[in-house]
């Protein structure tokens, strides 16, 4: 079908691209390499969307363990729809609204402990599940 000259020029450049890919990984390739990847580790890649709702759910988390809010890393921002207007987190004594409430589960860390905060799509109401 090709020629002998065509078939070697795909064999040569099929072994140059065989050559190229699987070149070593050197020190310097990894070093550029590592604080990124140990920053995406701390905290994930946010949506502006979800960025303004993580805030408010390290504040409020802050205020309730009287922390200071650099000292709260955000490790996960869920969206979820609560399957009413307690936000997955009733407190005692208190009606919520049988509605399905659009929302977001934010897991934050303080000094290695993980917290759940319960938000609503605004992340106008916050409240710290201790569920």
Known sequence: ??????????????????????RPITADSAQS????????????????????????????????LNAAPDAIVVTAV???????????????????AAVITPGYRVTLEVDGAAYAVHTDASGSQVVVCRQ
């Not at 079908?1 to 699987?22: K, N, Y």
């Not at 990847?37 to 205020?63: D, K, M, V």
């Open 1 to 22: 079908m090709f020629g002998s000259h065509t078939g070697r020029l795909l064999l040569l450049a099929s072994g140059l691209l065989l050559l190229v890919a699987c």
């Open 33 to 64: 390499v590592a604080p990124a990847a140990a920053a995406a580790a701390t905290e994930p890649a946010l949506s502006p969307a979800e960025e303004s709702i993580a805030g408010a759910a390290r504040t409020t988390l802050a205020e309730t």
């Open 78 to 96: 869920e969206a979820v729809e609560w399957p009413d207007a307690g936000l997955g987190c009733p407190q005692p004594d208190m009606v919520y």
